[in-house]
T-cell receptor, first 113, second 115 residues
Framework: AQSVSQHNHHVILSEAASLELGCNYS??????LFWYVQYPGQHLQLLLK??????LVKGIKGFEAEFIKSKFSFNLRKPSVQWSDTAEYFC???????????FGKGNQVVVIP | DAGVIQSPRHEVTEMGQEVTLRCKPI?????LFWYRQTMMRGLELLIY????????DSGMPEDRFSAKMPNASFSTLKIQPSEPRDSAVYFC?????????????FGPGTRLTVL
């Protein structure tokens, strides 16, 4: 079964700092990759996704993620965070063309003004 | 668009009681997913439907859990009898069509507490 690993469950940083959240998955075939975000009190929403083409994906609110097939990774980045980026971030993987999304356990990110 | 609607938002019940969670997907979406989120296990897919038909229920933890989708605009997840270990946030999500690359749109979740 596919699994998704997210490290550093709790991240605290100051505004304008750079953010990188790691995501690794365990599946050797074709994958579709997603990052979802859950702002305080809100529902999960899509930040960005990759399913083919350019491995560097741009998402909403200045986020981007890079798919590195050889490393089984899909790390999320933002060069300069804002207080409004305080949220929980989830990496999700859909592997082998099935329709099951496997989620990581999430990264709780707190941005201090 | 109202998005995915779930009710109730919060449910507190006693062990042994029946619990029914409800979901209304986004109009026009033909796939619906039920997830459970706990601190220990994170977000887990329980079951999903395509065109109102259950496709994969391998994530349903045990026979106490059942889900139905009688029509394209309504689904229920039932737990009978409920147990304290069922306490979690239950999310419903829908997508336009069943495809591996399609975005799933999530509802606000139902926070279930079983005493």
């Amino acid at each position: 079964a596919q699994s998704v690993s997210q490290h550093n469950h709790h991240v605290i940083l100051s505004e304008a700092a750079s953010l990188e959240l790691g995501c690794n998955y365990s599946y050797g075939g074709t994958v579709n990759l997603f990052w979802y975000v859950q702002y305080p009190g809100q529902h999960l929403q899509l930040l960005l996704k990759y399913f083919s083409g350019d491995p560097l994906v741009k998402g909403i609110k200045g986020f981007e993620a890079e798919f590195i097939k050889s490393k089984f990774s899909f790390n999320l980045r933002k060069p300069s965070v804002q207080w409004s980026d305080t949220a929980e971030y989830f990496c999700a993987v859909n592997a082998g063309g099935n329709n099951r999304l496997a989620f990581g356990k999430g990264n709780q990110v707190v941005v201090i003004p | 668009d109202a998005g995915v609607i779930q009710s109730p938002r919060h449910e507190v019940t006693e062990m042994g009681q029946e619990v029914t969670l409800r979901c209304k997907p986004i109009s026009g979406h033909n796939s619906l997913f039920w997830y459970r989120q706990t601190m220990m296990r994170g977000l887990e897919l329980l079951i999903y439907f395509n065109n109102n038909v259950p496709i994969d229920d391998s994530g349903m933890p045990e026979d106490r859990f059942s889900a139905k989708m009688p029509n394209a605009s309504f689904s229920t997840l039932k737990i009978q009898p409920s147990e304290p270990r069922d306490s979690a946030v239950y999310f419903c999500a829908s997508s336009l069509r069943l495809a591996a690359y399609n975005e799933q749109f999530f509802g606000p979740g139902t926070r279930l507490t079983v005493l």
